[in-house]
């Protein structure tokens, strides 16, 4: 019992697993009490959500063309205030770089950022694992399977977009199905099933790509599958962030049953939570926003692993923190990764590249942290 | 034993001898042996093929790719019904058994400085078994030739030459109009890809040899060797680059350009010059670059320099269409084809 009490200190997720018949309900409740217990005030989420705006500010000065700071202030006092700094023709300008291009960047970076970072923080509390990532079950490969089956056979760009967003369900619920098929009722069972859809998914994908016409249609499958912030525009940004903010909430709103999961299914369920429709309802929305993210920008990679780690580091495990803190770093992180690809070169390197050669030296380090526990 | 085999050899090699008549030199200087009258052939590269589409599709074997839906009208009817079966070193590749069971006599391959063909190619091309030749057009100005040498392997002189003769006076028509006009006064072309316009080419890049034609007028200077292309660009570069012109791929982008505040400071766009470019059956501009080109060039020479270069495009284009494919245009086909 002592040993058991020592370990849930350290790990609580993983202790609660390896005892699952031992205490019942009341270890389980003082488990989780201690849980919460090591996070921290509403520092970090304060903090978090200054650094976000700052970085916000900061990247709308940022861009190839030359605007100072001062001009950017002096703008928003014409735009908003009535003052008069510039004429016409260069506020029209200023306005179209500013508000056309540089914001629904930052504002699709953001909101893309979130998405994958909410649902890696989701789907690692849920799996009580962490090396979990949004596409586990498979929704990045079906996203991109149907993007990229969209563009060699669909005409319209809408249509391409539906067929990226269904994919991406289609995947989801071909590994949820697998999952109920046997029965078992084990996270375990579903990762087997992402594993299956995944794999289903990217061969169906290589198949589409070496079908494609090479001239015309692989360049585009192949530059979508870098991802890109270049094709979201603002009407994009403004119809994909409904859904995206809805989804985001829902898993906000959870963010204390994904506490009880993060426990293991055993305490869930003693502790009187649905298990199977909390879960269902997990996957669901991370699903929806992390389609929703491949359509707006393509595949982007390691965001969703990184930023909940990261966020961990500042908050602590507890989800009621954790999920709104990730919410806010994982949009500030996007948007400077993105300043990175705009800037760095004449011309843009794929965000997704960018957030894999950052991505990976950050995991190697986060890892050393992870050994102690994953929370 | 051997001397009695003699007789049978002998009858054999006369044999065939009379199937394999002609022993021609190729474009890469190889000396081949073609039967006299070629009736069957296959294309295994798409520049080849689409080639073939112009000048011999009665005796094609097979298709490269799967046409799309919409261009089948616009290609010629001899097409239909053939099987796809695939190119060898580019694109989907064939299965050697497929291609030998359409039986073609000769294979057609393509070769330009850009799109050498590798060993591992050759090697495959040996084992079918089926005699193959080269043909080189690494640019624009090598066309008229390349299209010369297939109309006398095809003994179809007087069709190939129709077309060489079009396609040199387009090349000489175009670059008198660009000579007019003084090199620092020459307008400037962004070329917009991708669904949001912004993936370009570098301006000595394969895939912008109409911009070069044009009088080396692609905005995007930088140099690339890379065949995929579509490099992302920032649209604030674009605004400081102040193109003139911009010509676009997608139908998709063109149509929401002058509705999205976002590109409304990009010169071309308030100067109301972005024009998008036609497909229909095979893009006038590039992707795939074929001889389509050419009336790509009659078109985008209009679009740049529409003083010096006037043109009454459906004309034009239908005696283009007549000439390299043998389709007759109505007005309503013109319409459709350069999406108006």
């Known amino acids: 019992m002592s040993a058991s009490v020592t370990a849930v200190e350290e790990t609580p997720g993983k202790a609660g697993r390896r005892h699952p018949e031992s205490g019942g309900a009341e270890q389980s409740r003082s488990a989780f009490a201690r849980m919460l217990r090591k996070g921290k005030g509403p520092l970090p989420i304060i903090g978090s959500a200054l650094s976000l705006l700052a970085v916000m500010l900061f990247s709308l000065g940022l861009g190839k063309y030359p605007i100072a700071p001062k001009e950017i202030l002096q703008f928003l006092c014409q735009k908003y205030f009535g003052a008069t700094f510039f004429p016409a023709e260069r506020m029209r300008l200023l306005n179209s770089i500013l508000v056309e291009i540089r914001l629904p960047r930052i504002l699709a970076a953001a909101l893309i950022g979130s998405a994958l970072s909410t649902s890696g923080a989701a789907f690692q509390a849920m799996f009580v694992n962490p090396l979990v990532s949004p596409s586990l079950l498979g929704v990045l490969a079906g996203a991109s399977f149907g993007a990229a089956l969209g563009i060699v056979y669909l005409k319209s760009w809408y249509a391409v977009q539906i067929a990226t967003f269904l994919g991406g369900l289609i995947a989801v619920v071909i590994a949820v199905g697998i999952a109920r098929v046997y029965r078992v009722n084990s996270t375990i069972m579903l990762v087997l099933g992402g594993i299956i859809s995944g794999a289903l998914f990217t061969s169906l994908l290589t198949l589409v790509k070496y079908l494609a016409d090479p001239y015309n249609q692989l360049p585009v499958i192949v530059n979508w599958l870098m991802g890109s912030l270049t094709f979201s525009d603002r009407s994009m940004v403004i119809k994909t962030s409904i859904p995206i903010c809805l989804g985001l909430l829902v898993l906000l709103l959870f963010s204390r049953h994904l506490n009880v999961l993060s426990m293991g299914d055993e305490e869930a369920r003693s502790l009187g939570v649905n298990v199977n429709r909390v879960r269902l309802l997990v996957i669901f929305c991370a699903t929806v926003v992390s389609t929703l993210t491949v359509v707006l920008a393509g595949t982007i990679a390691w965001v969703g692993l990184i930023v909940p780690h990261l966020t961990r580091m500042i908050t602590g495990p507890d989800n009621r923190k954790l999920i709104p803190a990730t919410i806010l770093i994982g949009a500030a992180y996007l948007i400077v990764v993105d300043d990175i690809s705009r800037l760095a070169f004449s011309y843009e390197i794929p965000i997704g590249i960018v957030t894999a050669l950052l991505g990976i030296p950050c995991f190697a380090f986060v890892l050393r942290n992870a050994r102690k526990g994953w929370s | ?340």
């Open chain 2, 1 to 340: 034993m051997n001397f009695r085999l003699t007789p049978v050899l002998l009858l054999m090699a006369s044999l065939v001898s009379s199937a394999y008549g002609r022993e021609i030199v190729d474009m890469s200087g190889r000396k081949v042996t073609v039967p006299d009258n070629i009736t069957r052939l296959y294309a295994p590269s798409p520049y080849g093929a689409y080639l073939m589409y112009a000048l011999a599709p009665d005796l094609m074997t097979g298709l490269m790719f799967e046409r799309q839906n919409n261009t089948t009208k616009f290609l010629p009817k001899q097409l239909d019904g053939l099987p796809v079966i695939g190119g060898l070193g580019m694109g989907p590749n064939a299965n050697p058994e497929t291609l030998i069971k359409t039986h073609p006599q000769v294979l057609i391959m393509w070769k330009n400085d850009r799109n050498p063909v590798d060993e591992r190619t050759t090697a495959m091309l040996d084992k079918l078994n089926i005699p193959y030749i080269f043909v080189e057009a690494s640019n624009m100005n090598e066309y008229p030739e390349a299209i010369r040498f297939v109309g006398r392997l095809l003994h179809r002189e007087k069709r190939a030459e129709e077309m060489a003769k079009a396609a040199e006076k387009i090349l000489a028509g175009t670059s008198a109009a660009v000579n007019k006009v003084p090199a620092s006064q020459r307008p400037k072309v962004y070329y917009a890809e991708g669904v949001d316009g912004l993936s370009t080419e570098c301006n000595d890049s394969i895939h912008t040899e109409l911009l070069r034609l044009e009088g080396d007028v692609d905005v995007h200077r930088c140099h690339t060797s890379s065949h995929m292309g579509m490099e992302k660009i920032s649209l604030e570069q674009i605004i400081m680059d102040r193109p003139d012109v911009i010509v676009a791929q997608e139908k998709f982008f063109y149509d929401k350009v002058y509705k999205d505040p976002a590109w409304q400071e990009v010169k071309a766009v308030k100067e109301h010059r972005v024009y998008l470019i036609p497909r229909t059956p095979l893009n006038w501009f590039d992707r795939p670059p074929s001889f389509m080109r050419f009336m790509g060039l009659e078109w985008l020479t209009n679009c740049v320099y529409p003083r010096q270069y006037p043109l009454d495009l459906v004309k034009q284009t239908k005696a283009f269409y007549k000439t390299f494919l043998g389709v007759t245009l109505t007005d309503q086909d013109v319409r459709e084809i350069i999406q108006q």
